[in-house]
């Protein structure tokens, strides 16, 4: 049986990870920050450790014996990182590193380092292969470029097997509902407004939570090491667009759409190609209007989700 560690695993997109994989023995390392939670975990079989991935003690003592480490441990939203940037760095870029060492010393096998599109910054037309220039434009990006350049650093200064993966927007369940898709849900199916950043003209490249795992899973057999491999979506859309696609699932109306002030620095479009992981034979397998169809469904079953925000 293989033996795994997921950092952030009690996370969205890390429970969703772990889910996906249950005949394997699976610990749990989260520092259960007000968007990790348990609960996510409910009816799975795993060994728990709740820390910090920039606590190299603990690291020692949970990471060896592991045959596969994938790193979902990370401070995500942007808003949170231009309020404040220095709690991102610290889990972002130290808590990488931290954990990169603790997997060098304890002899990992096999290390993905789960990463994002907005390392890029912003693309007017066209798609970004994996060797285009990192240009990050938010303390967030820029946090994740600093983490994804120090697991190449260790690929190549130290022979660490760690691939990279790059994913857009994801949504499903269990999303904590700071995000677009979870926060819109949540307040229209209560008749509470929601906010719709500027214009409403943001593009952005939609993956259910599923696909992106079962991504992460074929790089972790598959993928070669300091390499870079794109987890595109299946629906680009602006923001107005889904809003509109949003309301009509609620079935609520634009009455409750509140345009407010634009983010800071808020780029324009996200775009990734992802030929070199279909090349390993990946294929997204749900379509973007099924599983935003059964992700609205989820919400409206579970009325009491952070109902708070």
């Not at 993956?207 to 598959?222: G, P």
Request: proline share 4%; with cysteine.
């Amino acid at each position: 049986m293989r033996k795994v560690l997921v950092t952030g695993g009690a996370g969205f997109i890390g429970s969703h990870f772990t889910r996906a994989l249950p005949d394997a023995e699976i610990t749990v390392l989260d520092k259960l920050t007000y968007a990790g939670d348990l609960a996510n975990l409910d009816g799975v079989r795993y060994t728990f450790a709740q820390g910090d991935i920039c606590d190299a003690g603990l690291l020692k003592e949970v990471v060896p014996g592991h045959d596969l480490v994938v790193n979902f441990a990370a401070e995500s939203h942007v808003d949170r990182s231009i309020e404040g940037a220095a709690v991102f760095v610290r889990t972002n870029v130290l808590g990488t590193q931290t954990l990169l060492d603790a997997c060098l010393e304890a002899g990992v096998p096999k290390v993905v380092q789960v990463s994002t599109d907005e390392v890029y910054g912003s693309i007017d037309e066209g798609s970004w292969t994996e060797d285009a220039p990192l240009r990050p434009r938010s303390p967030y990006a820029a946090s994740k470029a600093g983490g994804d350049l120090l697991a190449r650093a260790y690929a190549i200064t130290h022979g660490l097997d760690v691939s990279i993966t790059r994913c857009g927007n994801n949504y499903g369940p269990y999303q904590y509902p700071e995000k677009m898709i979870p926060l819109f849900v949540s307040r229209l199916l209560r008749g509470r407004k929601v906010p719709l950043y500027g214009d409403g003209g943001n593009v952005r490249d939609w993956i259910h939570v599923s696909d992106h795992c079962a991504a992460i899973r074929l790089v972790a057999e598959a993928g070669r090491p300091g390499e870079v491999y794109h987890v595109a979506g299946t629906a680009e859309l602006t923001n107005l667009e889904l809003t509109e696609r949003l309301l009509a699932a609620c079935g609520a109306g634009w009455e409750l759409v509140e345009y407010v002030e634009d983010r800071k620095g808020h780029d324009r479009r996200y775009s990734l190609d992802d030929a070199k992981l279909r090349a390993l034979g990946y294929r997204p397998a749900v379509g973007f209007d099924t599983g935003l169809a059964e992700t609205v469904r989820w919400y409206a079953d579970h009325p009491g989700w952070h109902s708070d925000l």
